[in-house]
């Protein structure tokens, strides 16, 4: 009690009396709102009515995929692209499109079900649902209301899952599209076998029939597939081009006019936002995180409106996440070795060499009490934080036939040193100054 009251009289005496509670909200309710309710259209998962700049992917699916409308079996299809062209937009928004085509057919002609061409629709991400066993059970229980009866997500035998699979598909009649996305994630994880099934089973129904649509972000992986399975896989195959900022601006365009309150932000943000997204590679949704982080710091700051300042703002703040994403996830051993090529550069020395790398390294070592690895393991190190963009290393020829590597950090030695210190294994050595120094 009495502390309570001796400080609010120091308060007094000093002129700022703690805001009432009320008063410390105010101007942050009073500030016009930027975005509007819907905040999750921002959001890489929101599928929008149009898909500005896929008409040609979705012209040329929506023709493969109508056969199962007039009751054939379209053919399998291959989708790739790099992320954020579309591809699981473009699958969903037909998928949707195909199960209501389906289904207004049904009620104004008046037939019966059986003479329909009825098409059931299964969206699986194989990033999550990555096993064999997984994936069949998710398709057979897709047809299964009843909980009894439906598949235990583990125990079974493969086989009788797929048997009941089977036997699902055919009871219903019909044709089953499935979109397997991500489907490199499963292959890498659990093989090919399944795809063997799903593109076979067609010669064990006698009702129904089944159709795969599959997409990746590279056709990498279609070199671990069965070369069977790879022919029948792709006997249709689509390409999602990158967009280009000028496209990534529609698509933008589109997004800001249903999410965000108009006249709360300058229009120069879009083609910012698209342009920004463009230089890495025409990805749309970095584009709309862009968007969506700008709009999230500008209400932050209670901003009264959203201007290109808080995209570079955005651009940093999602680059930084990505750096200490991947700087947390190092190994010990490869955090030192990247201490050690952030401190030359740092002491602006500019490019080191593998040599000079190592040497700094064991420097490090040494000085922190950990036995410092070979050199070659330590320029293994370095080709993988090459690989993951943290450092640039580029080959350089010198003399006769010598060729060393001239390393470079690929990310802001400011932003790199906010994480290096965050761990408390390496923190003393960031500002470590080595004993072998470059001679000037
Ligand atoms: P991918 O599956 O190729 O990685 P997505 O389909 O998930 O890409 O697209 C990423 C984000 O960009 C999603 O929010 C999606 O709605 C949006 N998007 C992609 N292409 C378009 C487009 N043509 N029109 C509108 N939004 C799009
Ligand atoms: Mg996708």
Redesign the pocket.
Known sequence: MHGTRAKRGDAKTLGHENPSAESIFKPYLQQRPLFKKDRDI???????E?????DMQIDTLASILSTALKGGRPSNVLIF????????????YLGNAISKAAGERALPLGVGPEELARVHFVYINCEVVDTQYGVLAHIGNRFISDWDERIPFTGWPTEKVYDQLKRQIDELGGVTVIVL?EIDKLVYKSGDDVLFHLTQINDDLSRGALSVVA?S?DLKFTEFLDARVRSRLGEERLV?PP?NAK?LQ??LA??AELALEAGMYDESVIALCAALAAQEHG???R??DLLRVSGELAERDGAPRLTDAYVVKAKNKIELDCVTEVVRTLPLQSKIVLIAIYASENRGEGASTTGEVYDAYRDLCRRAGYTPLTQRRVTDFISELDMLGIITARLKSFGRGGRTREISLGVSSGELRQVLVEDEMVRDLVDFVPTQQKLP
Do not use: E, M
């Open positions: 921002l959001r890489p998962s929101y599928i929008p149009r898909l500005p700049h896929r692209g790099k992320t954020g062209t579309g591809k699981t937009a473009v699958a969903k996305d997409i972000n999602f967009y496209q529609d698509i589109q997004r990805d749309a949704r584009a709309l």
